[in-house]
C-alpha cells in the first residue's frame, strides 16, 4: 500500500472553470426546474420537452428536475404555468482540492499511530479521546456523505455501507465514464474519502465517531464539480435511506436576481434568468431530510468572505466567474450552508482562531470546528497544522490510490460537526434533527465573544461535552 500525505499549497477557489468552459463550448446549457407542487406532476418531463429541453435527472420527492436546453428555454418553461421557478445549473465545487502529494516517514503500524502524532484536530473535539470511553458511535446511526464518493479504505471498511451515485450517464454531458450506474459510488478524487475518515475511521487514523456508519453518496466528479440537482437528489436519498445526519464538505453561490453569459466566440450576451430556482431546490431537499428525521451539515466555504455582505459577495462571484462569460446581478447567498434547517460550520486552526480561509458571518455560521491552516507556510512541518485523515481514490486507468492526506478547509471542520451529531443520535435513540442539534449547539465550547459571534457561531463543537451531557 502506497503511503502519502497531500499538501495543500494555498486557499482554493470554486471549480468553476470545468463547468465554465464546457457550457461555452455547447449550444446546450442545463437548468434546475422547479415545478409549483412540492411532488413532480404526472406530465413534468412532458412540460420540458414541449419548452425544448430533455429531463437530466429528476427528483420526484421534491418536484425538482434538472434539464438540458437551448437558449429561450427558460421563458418557455415558465410560460407552462407548472412551473415556480427555473434558472442555469452552474456547478458547485469542493472547498478543497488535493494539490501535491509525497511519501510519509515510515513509523510504527500500531493501531492508531498516525491519532497519536498527528491528529490535533481529533483530539481537539474529543478531548484526547475522552469522548470515546462515553459513546464511540454506532453502526445503526449512518452519516450520509455527499461527496465525491469514498473508498473503503482500510481504516474506513468496516464501517462503510453500500452508497449511491447520483451523476447521470455523461457527468456534464461529454464524460464517457459517467455511466450513470447507481452503484458507482467509489471515490474518484481522494476528498469525499478524506471527509468519510473524519467522521468514522477507526484504524492508523480516527474519526470523531469511530463505530458510526457511512454511506457514500456520490454527487461531484472526479474533477470535484457537480450541479444543484445531484447534491439535492443525494440529500434526498439519502434521507430515503434513513440517514439520521447528512454530511455535505461542499459549497457554491446562487444569486437571488440574473444572470448573464457572454459567448466567447461570438461576443453575444444570453440572458440565462432568474438564479432563485436553486435556491429552492436546495430548500426543498433540506426540509425534505429534515421531515425524514435527518441533521443537515455543511461547510461555510474557503473565500475568506462575510458571507451576510450579499453584495459584496455577488461582486466577488462576477470576478470569479467573469474570466468565463458570467455576469451577476442580485443579492448572492451560500448554498447549501446558507439554507434554512443546515447547521453551517466555519474553520479554526491550532490556535482555535479562525482559520485564514474560512467564510464567515453573523446569522450565518452555527459552529465551528478544526479545519486545519497553513499561515506557517513555508515553514518546516507547516502542514501539521492541516487535518491528517484517511484518502484513496479511483484513478481514471483503474488503479486505486490509496492512503493518508493533509488537507485543511471547511471541508475539514463540517465532518467533525456531523460525527458529534451522530453521536448524539447514537446516545439518544428517540431525538429528532431539532433535539440532536440543540444538543450539538448547545454543548459547544464557547470561543470569541460571550455567546454567539459571526466566527465561531454558537462555539467549537466537543465530542465530550455533547455526549457526557455537558
Known sequence: MKR?????LSAVILAAAPGAAALAASELQS????????????????????????????????????????????????????????????????????????????????????????????????????????????????????????????????????????????????DPSETGDPNDYFDRHGHGTHCGGA??????????????????????????????????????????????VIS???GGYHVLGQVWWTDPETGETYRLGNDVAPFLAYSRAVEYANRRGAVVVASAGNDGL?????????????????????????????????????IAVSATGPDDSLSSYS????????????????????????????????????NPDGTVLVGWAWMAGTSMAAPKVAAVAALVAAQNPAFGPSQIKAAVIGSAEDLGRVGYDEVYGWGLVNAYRAVAGQ
Open 359 to 394: 467564510t464567515y458571518g453573523p446569522g450565518f455560521v452555527d459552529l465551528a470546528a478544526p479545519g486545519g491552516d497553513f499561515r506557517r507556510y513555508p515553514q518546516p512541518g507547516w502542514y501539521l497544522d492541516m487535518c491528517l485523515s484517511t484518502y484513496a481514490r479511483v
Open 4 to 8: 502519502f500525505l497531500a499538501v495543500l
Open 31 to 174: 437548468y434546475t426546474v422547479v415545478f409549483s407542487s412540492s411532488t413532480l406532476p404526472d406530465d413534468a418531463a412532458d412540460i420540458v420537452r414541449a419548452a425544448g429541453g430533455e429531463v437530466v435527472l429528476a427528483i420526484p420527492q421534491i418536484g425538482v428536475i434538472e434539464a438540458r436546453a437551448g437558449g429561450g428555454f427558460v421563458g418557455r418553461i415558465l410560460a407552462s404555468g407548472a412551473v415556480r421557478a427555473a434558472g442555469p445549473s452552474l456547478p458547485l465545487s469542493l472547498d478543497v482540492p488535493v494539490v501535491e502529494m509525497a511519501d510519509l516517514p515510515e513509523v510504527d503500524t500500531g493501531a492508531a499511530v498516525f491519532y497519536n502524532l498527528y491528529q490535533w484536530d481529533i483530539k481537539r473535539v474529543t478531548n484526547n479521546g475522552a469522548s470515546f470511553d462515553i459513546q464511540a458511535g454506532s453502526r445503526d446511526v449512518v452519516v450520509g456523505v455527499i461527496d465525491t464518493g469514498i473508498y473503503p479504505h482500510p481504516d474506513l471498511a468496516m464501517n462503510l455501507l453500500a452508497g449511491r451515485n447520483m451523476i447521470p450517464a455523461g457527468g456534464f454531458g461529454n
Open 199 to 244: 467522521i468514522a475511521a477507526n484504524g492508523r487514523v480516527l474519526g470523531v465517531a469511530p463505530r458510526t456508519g457511512l454511506r457514500a453518496y456520490r454527487a461531484l466528479t472526479r474533477q470535484g464539480s457537480g450541479y444543484t440537482a445531484w447534491i439535492a437528489a443525494g440529500i434526498v436519498q439519502a434521507a430515503d435511506d434513513g440517514c439520521r
Open 248 to 250: 455535505m464538505s461542499l
Open 306 to 342: 462575510n458571507a451576510t455582505r450579499r453584495n459584496e459577495v455577488t461582486q466577488f462571484l462576477n470576478e470569479r466567474y467573469g474570466p468565463y462569460g458570467y455576469y451577476f446581478i442580485g443579492a448572492t447567498m451560500k448554498v447549501p450552508a446558507g439554507t434554512a434547517g443546515v
